[in-house]
């Protein structure tokens, strides 16, 4: 055995610092590093207040607006704020509406069922062949002189009768329609009024009728005017009732 201490074997590395800087130990309050902001970050901060801080002015000045002291000029001059004519209201002239189609035919002025109801017995018949020649000129629902001027001048118009089947006699019904212009119409039932004819305002126009009763019996007249048109009626000795206001309600129905 030699008494030289043993030599180690393999090659020898000597032991190098660590690279790694170290690191503070923040664990038990050691400062923290501080950190460097970012130039976009507190730019878009300042961007957001400015932004917050108008909207905030926009919406006082909105509710001072709506509920305070109305605004003034740079003056002091209170403004003025013009406001529009109002637009007259459209005057009505006096013309009369357009008036309805007038039939052309006699019975088209009644009901179905109307005429058989009234002839029932063939006492009475509309438009007896006896009356067609003389049935435009010698039948006027009037016997006021002023009124029959007025409806017999009025070539284009309806006439109808309602009498004897046999023929003459003072019984029956006669109706004339005819469309007149507003001017003869407030002239006609001015010159009912004079005549001593009763007349009311009824179903949209005016109604004027008479009645007398003699020793040759009961006669009478009833007319209607509406929009231009006129329904002239004269009956003698008849019973019949509602024959006027019948045609009324077809011309202008409700």
């Known amino acids: 055995m030699s008494d030289q201490p043993e030599q180690p074997t393999g090659s020898f590395q000597p032991l190098e610092p660590d690279s790694a800087a170290a690191q503070p130990d923040i664990r038990y309050g050691a400062p923290a590093p501080k950190r460097k902001r970012n130039p976009l970050v507190i730019w ?8 917050v801080i108008a909207l905030v002015v926009v919406i006082g000045l909105l509710v001072v607006g709506q509920g305070g002291t109305p605004a003034t000029d740079a003056t002091g001059t209170p403004t003025v704020t013009a406001t ?3 637009t007259p209201a459209p005057t009505a002239t006096d013309a009369v509406p357009a008036a309805p189609v007038r039939p052309t035919d006699c019975t ?20 007896p062949a006896w009356a067609q020649p003389d049935l435009a000129t010698e039948f006027i629902g009037s016997n006021d002189n002023a009124l029959v001027a007025v409806i017999s001048a009025n070539t284009d118009r309806l006439n109808c009768i309602l009498g004897k089947s046999s023929g003459g006699g003072d019984l029956g019904i006669e109706t004339n329609v005819l469309v007149v212009d ?29 009645e007398t009763t003699e020793d040759a019996g009961t006669y009478g007249e009833r007319h209607f005017l509406r929009d231009g048109t006129w329904i002239a009626t004269r009956w003698s000795n008849t019973s019949i009732t509602g024959w006027t206001q019948t045609i009324v309600s077809t011309l202008f129905p409700a």
């Open 182 to 210: 507003a001017a003869t119409q407030t002239a006609a039932i001015a010159r009912m009024n004079e005549a001593g004819f009763t007349c009311s305002e009824e179903t949209g126009g005016t109604m004027c009728f008479t």
């Open 108 to 127: 088209q002025l009644f009901p179905a069922g109307y005429i058989d109801s009234v002839t029932e017995g063939g006492i009475l018949e509309l438009n």
């Open 44 to 51: 878009l901060s300042v961007l957001a207040a400015v932004l």
């Open 84 to 86: 529009a004519e109002p």
